[in-house]
C-alpha cells in the first residue's frame, strides 16, 4: 500500500524545470516565510512542520495558520509538499507507514497530533476532498449517507434522508440527481462525481474541508461549478484547497500559500500574491516562468 | 528416414532459409541505395523465408503422423481375405494388431496364419516405402515453401507486416488447441458415459438412492444385484466440500484482510510465502496427515465428548481439504482486495472511518465480485479433490448429512472403479465415466453461477 500511495505524493521533487539557481538559492539551510503566515482567527495552526518519507525531507520547516471561514490556496510546481502539507491536517499521512511527521498541529486549540487524539473524530471534523473523484461503488444515497452512518449521526431513517438531501444541496447536486439516489455513484459524470464526493464529505458536518486538486480531473465547466460551490461553502466551512491553477487559486481563495521543495516560500493576501508577489520565486511561478 | 530425422532436417532447412531469406533481401537492393529501401528489416525477410519453409512441411508431417497408421491399415486389411473383414470391429483390430508386431518382429510366424505373414510382408513394405515419401514430401514442401518466399523477396515487401500476421494464426492456433483438448476429454468421457446409460437409466442414475457397484460376473453369483444411484456420491461430495470451505473461507477471507490491510511490509514478506507452501504441498501428504493424524483426534474427541464418531469422518477429510484450500483462498482474495483502489480507502478513511468499517463497508463489498468467484473456484477445487478423500473418508456410500460419519464422494468412486482389473464393457466400469460426467457437469455449473454472481453484484469501480 505504502508505494501506491508515496508515488503520488512524493514523484517530482526537484522536477522543476527552470534555472538551477533559483533551486540553489531555496536550498540555503535557513529561509524564512515571506508575508503573513500567522492568522488573528485561526481555526487550524500548523508550527515547524517538517516531514520525512523515509529519509527525504518532504517539507521543511513550515509554519502556517488556516483562518476561520476562509478559502486558502496552496499553490506551487508539482512535489512542492503541498498535498503532504494538507494530508498532515487531518492525518491522513498516518497511513503511509514511512512517513514521519514533526511540529505542532492544532485545531481550535486541541492539539491535532496528541496522544489523546482520536484520528477518527478527527477527520470527522476535518474532512477531505481527493484529486480523483472517488465515490464508493455503491449508490448515491448510500455514498452520503455512509459518513452519518458510521458516526450515527441520524437516528431514524428520515433524518438520514434529511442529512443525504441537505448534503446533496448544499452540494448543488440534489436537483440533477433526486430521482436517481439509487442509481450507482460511479455513473455520474466526472464533475458530478466530485460534488457527490463535497456532498459525502459535508454529510458529517465538518469544520474544516481540506481539497487536494478537487478540479484537475474536471472539465472546465465542472470546474467552473465546483469552484462557486467552494465560495458558498465559505460560509460555513473553512476550506484549504490545493490546486496546480493559478486562476483557480485567485478567483476562490482569500488567502494563498506559496511552496517550493517543501518550504513555505510566502503567503499573503490572494490579491497580493498574484498581483505584487514579494519573492523572486513566487514571481516566476505566478507569471509562467516555472511550474 | 526416422521421423526424428526428418524433424531435424526440417529445422535445418528452417535455419537455411532465415540465412537465404536474410541474404536474399541484401541482395535485392543492392543497386538501390542498401538496406535502407527495403520495407522491413533484412531479418523480417529471413523470418518470413523461415517460417514459409518451417509451417506447411510440420503440418504435412503431422497430419503424415497422425494418418499413416490408419491409412496402412486400411489398406492391409482390404487385402485380406473376406472372412476377416466380415469379424466384429474388436477381433479385426486384434487381428491386425498381430500383423503388426510379426511385422515389427515382436512375436513369431507359429501364432499366424498364412495370409497373415503375407499381409504383414506387405505391410512391412508399405510402412517403409511410407518412411521414404514422407522423408521427401517433407523436404521438398520445405524446400518450396522456401524458394517461394524467397522469390517474393523486393523492397517493397511489407515482410515485418507479413510476419506478423503470421505470429497472430500461430498464437491462434494455440489457443485453439486447447479447445479442441477440452472437446476431445468431454466427448470421450461423454462416449463412455452413454455406453453407461444404456445399461442403467439415466434417471435410476440420477436419482437413485443407494450406490452399490457390484455387478455379476457369473449369473449364479450371489449379491449380484448393482445398484447404481448417484445421490449418496453427491451428497457425501457436498457434505465434505461444505465442511471445507466453512474451515477455508473465514480463515482464508481474514487472513488475506489482514495480510493486505494491517500486516506490515516486513510480516507480508514472511508471511505470505509461507502461506503459500501450504499450497505446495502434495495432496496426498494432506491425505495421510488425515487419515493417521486428524481422523483419530476427532474420533477420540468425540469419545470424550459421548459422541459417536466413524474413524474415517467427513469431518475429518473436509477439515484438512478446508486446510488445504486456505492458501488459494486467501492469495486470490488477497490479490482482489489489493486491486480495490487506494482512493476508496483514502475516502472512507478521510471521513473518519475506521479500519475496520472500511474494510467492512468499502472493500468487501467493491471486492465481493471477485471474493465470490474466488471461492466458487476453490468449492470447484474442493469438489474435484480425490487423494485427501480417498485416503480419509471412506467408501461407505451411505446418505447422511451427518460430518462424524463415513460418507464417499464422487473422486473416490471413480478411482475406486477403476483401479484394479476391468472389463470396458460392464456398467461398473463405465460409471467411472458417467460419473466423471456429472461431475464434469457439477464445477461447470458451479463456474456459470461464479460468472453470473460476478456480473450481478460487481460494485464498479475505476
Redesign the interface.
Known sequence: ??E??QQTDTAGIGDVKRPLDIREHVERADYQTIGEPFSGDAKMTARNVNVYYDEKQAITNVSLDIGRNEVIAMIGPSGCGKSTFLRTL?R?ND?I?ACRVEGEFALDGEDIYGADQD???????V??V?Q?P?????SIYENVA??PR??GLAHNKAELDEIVEDSLRRASLFNEVKDQLDK?G??LSGGQQQRL?IA??IA?SPEVILMDEPCSALDPIATARIEELIDELRENYTIAIVTHSMQQAARVSQRTAYFHMGKLIEVGETKQIFTMPKHELTENYITGRFG | METTTVFLVLVLLTFISFFAGRKRSHAVTSGLGGVRSLHSLPKHYGYMAALWALLPALLILVLWLVLENSILARIVMNELPGGVRELPVNEQGLYFNQIVSYARGAIDAAQLDAAQIAAADHYRDLSSSSRTIKALLVFLVAILGAALALRRIRPALRARNHVEGIFKWILFACSFLAVLTTLGIVLSVLFEAIRFFHAIPLMDFLFGLEWSPQMAIRADQVAASGSFGFVPLLVGTLLISTVAMVIAVPVGLMSAIYL??YA??RFRAITKPVLEILAGVPTVVYGFFAALTVAPFIRDLGATLGLHVASESALAAGLVMGIMIIPFVMSLSDDIINAV??????????????MN?TIR??LL??ALPGIVGGILLAVSRAIGETMIVVMAAGLSARLTINPLEAVTTITVQIVTLLVGDQEFDNPKTLAAFALGLVLFFVTLLLNVIALYVVRKYR????
Do not use: W
Not at chain 1, 472517488?134 to 455503491?138: H, M
Not at chain 2, 460494485?459 to 475505476?462: D, G, I, M
Open positions: 500500500m505504502m501506491r500511495v487531518n491522513m497511513i507507514p484520528t477518527v473524530l478527527l477527520r470527522a471534523r474532512g477531505m481527493f480523483k472517488n465515490p464508493f461503488p455503491k455512509y459518513g458510521i458516526h450507482p460511479t455513473g464526493c459525502r464529505a458529517v | 493486505s490491510e506490515t511490509r483502489p487506494d482512493t476508496l480507502r483514502e475516502a472512507s478513511l478521510g471521513m473518519g472511518a475506521t468499517e463497508k468499502v463489498p467493491a460494485e464498479q469501480y475505476e
